[in-house]
């Protein structure tokens, strides 16, 4: 087997990611590890999964080149006899029992995502959503975090967990980190002992398989399926477009011909978030073509870390904020009552000046998003004004 002997460390714990040195973001940084000891070679060593707003990459060569004493055996392309530790990742569902549970719609008044959603766009829709990507609520970061599930028809291969505020919809960040997790690291984290079916799919799952929402190709054979980066961006789509049918795929780094295998014969749209995401999938779709996908790749022009959902709240401006109770972080989510008609409907929409000057200076990339997608953003945007 032809393996490089350092390579980037597998993730299969918040362990595995360490601080980038470049932006200073906790658990960012994929360090690079040595094949035949099992070691970390540096921790400066490895490439920052920010590729947008950081890039920090790495790499062992040039590390070795900087260092020469310690270049006693240099990291060339060689023969490795397989580990026992490098297992083929697989797809593994979930148990029943462990995921159930948390998608019961008798907690979403607690979950912040659906107050968002439903303080946003009704109630009605917000369940529905729910319902139709059979998202579910998590107790991570203090409760009221959603679960996204990675359903396929016929069970759950994965469940990534977010937490947003309530009032914005963006993903709650702490000093260390970002709110975001997978189901089965909580339950790894609350249990004492590991059960046997947790450690095997940590060792051998697929933690992303297909795209999220795969289960919607069945009920939407004929739409063109938009393929978005993150679940939540994928989950607003679908309401403030529901001409297509809207998927993830989890991160940038993550699209490739196996997770798309399903969509073969499907019409495929890439939007990836602004900034490089447009020129990687771009060489990616190209690949794609040529193995028989009917794929085109949607340049917005987006900012930079911005995505389709986020000029969706430029255009329609976020839901009016509802008084809060102070809480011991700042960061964390605020109290917010369960919607009601009566607290959802005495305060008309906001459009500060900040959204104004965002819709002013994109307005050629708003037309250009009208004419691709067949929506008239244009239209909004003046409702809004």
């Known amino acids: ?32 590890w040595d094949n035949q000891t099992g070691e970390i070679l540096n921790p400066q060593v490895g490439k920052c999964n920010r590729l947008d707003t950081c890039g920090y990459h790495y790499p062992p060569r040039a590390y070795f080149q900087d260092n020469p004493d ?53 109630a009605a829709t917000a369940h529905e959503v729910f319902d139709r990507y059979r998202l579910g609520t998590s107790n991570a970061y203090k409760g009221g975090s959603t679960i996204f599930p990675l359903y396929d028809g016929i069970g759950y291969a994965s469940a990534q967990i977010i937490k947003v505020h309530p009032a914005t919809c963006k993903t709650i960040r702490f000093a260390h980190g970002r709110a975001t997790t997978w189901l089965h690291s909580v339950l790894a984290q609350q249990s004492e002992t590991t059960e046997p079916w947790l450690t095997t799919y ?14 919607l190709l069945t ?24 001409e297509f049918c809207w998927m993830a795929i989890g991160a940038l780094s993550w ?16 939007i990836p978030d602004g900034g490089a995401g447009t020129k990687e999938w771009t060489t990616k779709a190209t690949l794609l073509q040529r193995q028989g996908f009917s794929i085109q790749v949607a340049d917005l022009n987006l900012p930079t870390g911005d995505d389709l959902a986020d000029l969706s709240f430029a255009v329609t401006d976020t839901v009016t904020p509802i008084p809060v109770q102070p809480v011991s972080e700042p960061v964390e989510t605020p109290i917010m009552p369960a919607y009601s008609e009566e607290n959802n409907s005495s305060v008309p929409p ?23 997608l067949g929506v008239d953003l244009q239209t909004a945007v003046i409702r809004e004004m």
């Open 70 to 122: 310690l270049a006693t055996t240099p990291p060339t392309r060689q023969s490795l006899p397989e580990k026992p530790h490098s297992i083929h990742k697989q797809k593994i569902y979930l148990p029943e029992e462990v995921i159930y549970p948390a998608l019961k719609s008798r907690f979403r008044s607690k979950n912040t995502f659906w107050q968002y959603l439903s303080a946003k766009y009704g």
């Open 255 to 270: 699209l490739n011909a196996q997770r798309l295998a399903p969509l073969q014969d499907s019409n495929l749209v890439l």
């Open 350 to 372: 906001i459009c500060d000046e900040r959204k104004l000057a965002f819709v002013t200076q994109h307005a050629e990339m708003i037309a250009f998003t009208a004419d691709l």
């Open 1 to 32: 087997m032809q393996n490089y002997r350092y390579q980037l460390k597998p993730y299969r714990t918040p362990a595995d990611r360490l601080t980038c040195p470049s932006c200073g973001v906790k658990r960012a940084l994929a360090p690079y």
């Open 202 to 215: 940590i060792e051998q799952a697929d933690k992303y398989p297909h795209p999220f929402g795969l289960h």
């Open 219 to 242: 009920s939407q054979p004929h739409q063109t399926v938009c393929i978005v980066e993150s679940a939540k961006t994928a989950v607003v789509c679908s309401i403030e477009y529901p």
